[in-house]
């Protein structure tokens, strides 16, 4: 059974920054791609990050330039670190982890991301 563990939520005023983290139960080489993707209350989930096991990244246009996820491979964790934090980035924060080329296969229980105006 996988595991992904979320951390580094919390609430923070605009303009701010958190950095997340998400500890992997297992070698994160054995995903194709891990991600951040957020869900705030009345919306659907949406990625905001991904990063193949290449390297190679990719940003929703809501947080490109503000967000940036990295991997620490020899800590199988992944990290999202967010700036210049919005009213609207509000919402629960979940890792996922992608083996194939399809659907997301695993995922977090989330943390949540505050942010005050």
């Known amino acids: 059974q996988v595991q992904l563990v979320e951390s580094g939520g919390g609430l923070v005023q605009a303009g701010g920054s958190l950095r997340l983290s998400c500890a992997v139960s297992?070698?994160?080489?054995?995903?194709?791609?891990m991600g951040w993707a957020r869900q705030a209350p009345g919306n659907q989930r949406e990625l905001v990050a991904d990063?193949?096991?290449?390297?190679?990244?990719n940003y929703a246009d809501s947080v490109k330039g503000r967000f940036t996820i990295s991997r620490d491979n020899a800590k199988n964790t992944v990290y999202l670190q967010m700036n210049s934090l919005k009213p609207e980035d509000t919402a629960v924060y979940y890792c996922?982890?992608?083996?194939?080329?399809?659907?997301?296969?695993?995922w977090g229980q989330g943390t949540q991301v505050t942010v005050s105006s």
């Open positions: 996922a982890g992608r083996v194939g080329l399809g659907s997301w296969d695993y």
């Open positions: 297992r070698s994160i080489f054995s995903f194709s791609a």
């Open positions: 990063i193949a096991s290449g390297g190679s990244t």
